[in-house]
């Protein structure tokens, strides 16, 4: 069973930057497509980014298009959300996912417990 532990994340000033983390248990990281998704107060959780299994499909909602980075590292079990120019309405409950398919497409199989960032007006 793949187990996903988030980091990084935190209170940091309107165009700040800040990168999550999320590591994976087990053997099979390697692979699975990853996706960060996100869920601020009182709205749905919304897909943000996502990465194929092996780093060279990326995808990403509009809100974030030019200013988030999803890469992975595969020898480190690791998926990273590198966040730049951020802004109030970013401020939210990140969650790392992991699909149990080569794309990030459909619902993902395993989730995080969620890492909160918060932007500062």
């Known amino acids: 069973q793949v187990q996903l532990v988030e980091s990084g994340g935190g209170l940091v000033q309107t165009g700040g930057s800040l990168t999550l983390s999320c590591a994976a248990s087990?053997?099979?990281?390697?692979?699975?497509?990853m996706g960060w998704f996100r869920q601020a107060p009182g709205k749905e959780r919304e897909f943000v980014s996502g990465?194929?299994?092996?780093?060279?499909?990326?995808a990403h909602t509009d809100s974030v298009k030019g200013r988030f980075t999803i890469y992975r590292d595969n020898a480190k079990n690791t998926v990273y959300l590198r966040m730049t120019s951020l802004k109030p309405e970013d401020t939210a409950v990140y969650y790392c996912?992991?699909?149990?398919?080569?794309?990030?497409?459909?619902?993902?199989?395993?989730w995080g417990q969620g890492t909160q960032v918060t932007v500062s007006s």
């Open positions: 087990g053997r099979t990281f390697s692979r699975y497509a």
């Open positions: 990465i194929s299994n092996s780093g060279g499909t990326t």
């Open positions: 996912a992991a699909y149990f398919i080569a794309r990030p497409v459909g619902t993902p199989g395993v």
